[in-house]
């Protein structure tokens, strides 16, 4: 399983409180012998699978979710397995892990990792020990249904509320966007499958700093604000033990991460000190946390 036969910058594995955020823009791959390179790290499975598709530009995109997740994880190995070497299974819900080979010269990190993907930014977010499930969406994304309509079907009370509340068109449908992102990433995060945590049977809230009183998100805009999630039922797989961020990336798209609250009782609860990279596999990568690219909008202490 080890090898050294390959281009690969390595990464210091994430500390117990870190949050590794990595991205790809599929219009920015443009070179053809690069491409080749990325399908034959794949699994003969997922080579197929690509292959398969229908049309270049989804083809393309499928290859660079897989090629980023091989890249970005095996990073983290310092980097001694070939990314086209690493394992993965699905748990009993479908939520992909690395399975790693082995070894006892060896230990692995105990990696966690989540992907998402739209038709124009591809991201892999990695913790240590701690499940995680990430979300993009475009902030012009558009909808084949209105907005009050899909929030109805999908949204809690409280959200479809605060949505009716915003007279403003545009900052109405911003703010759709912002709380469907942070859904999704929280239903991902649990890893137990969208049937077993349907969007109605929870609500996304932002809380102040003060911790007195709940806010909606008009105020999401302030980055000191806290996400939180509440069941609106009793089931026991809607937990409440996670730390949320919610970031504008790339001046185009908004991005949520949710990570379990592994934090012993009694001791302080900050949200994951989160670290972005953007990415061109095998080639170079570049730290942009602390640039225009990462813009936080909620979630971060």
């Keep these: 399983m080890f090898c050294s036969s390959f281009h690969l910058i390595p990464a210091v594995v994430p500390s117990q409180r870190e949050l590794h955020f990595w991205y ?29 598709i229908r049309g270049e530009y989804l083809q393309k995109r499928a290859l660079l979710a897989r090629t980023l997740v091989r890249t970005t994880l095996a990073k983290y190995t310092n980097p001694l397995i070939n990314p086209s070497l690493l394992k993965f299974r699905k748990n009993t819900f479908g939520k992909p892990e690395v399975e790693w080979q082995c070894d006892k010269s060896w230990d692995p990190p105990a990696l966690h990792f989540n992907i998402s ?41 409280h959200e479809i509320e605060y949505l009716h509340g915003l007279s403003d068109p545009e900052i109405q449908r911003q703010e759709f966007i912002k709380l469907w992102t942070l859904k999704e990433a929280y239903v991902k995060a649990l890893g137990r499958g969208f049937s077993a945590a349907p969007f109605k049977t929870f609500t996304i809230r932002f809380r102040s700093n003060s911790r007195s009183s709940f806010i909606m998100s008009g105020d999401s805009n302030s980055k000191a604000s806290e996400i939180v999630v509440e069941p609106l039922d009793d089931s026991k797989h809607l937990t409440t033990n996670w730390k949320f961020t919610l970031f504008e990336l790339a001046n185009s798209h908004y991005a949520a991460t949710c990570v379990e609250n592994n934090i012993l009782e009694g001791e302080e609860v900050n949200a994951p000190k989160l670290k972005v990279w953007k990415t061109l596999p095998l ?19």
Excluded: W
């Design 24 to 52: 790809v823009v599929p219009d920015e791959v443009k070179d053809a012998s690069l491409l080749t390179e990325y399908l034959n790290l794949l699994s003969p499975c997922e080579k197929e699978n690509v292959l398969s």
């Design 117 to 157: 993907h739209t038709s124009s930014l591809i991201a892999c977010g990695v913790t240590v020990d701690m499940p995680i499930g990430i979300d993009v969406e475009e902030k012009q994304r558009k909808t084949n249904n209105s907005l009050s309509s899909l929030a109805q079907r999908y949204f809690s009370l």
């Design 283 to 301: 080639v170079k990568d570049e730290f942009v946390s602390e640039t225009d690219s990462v813009r936080a909008i909620a979630g971060f202490t």
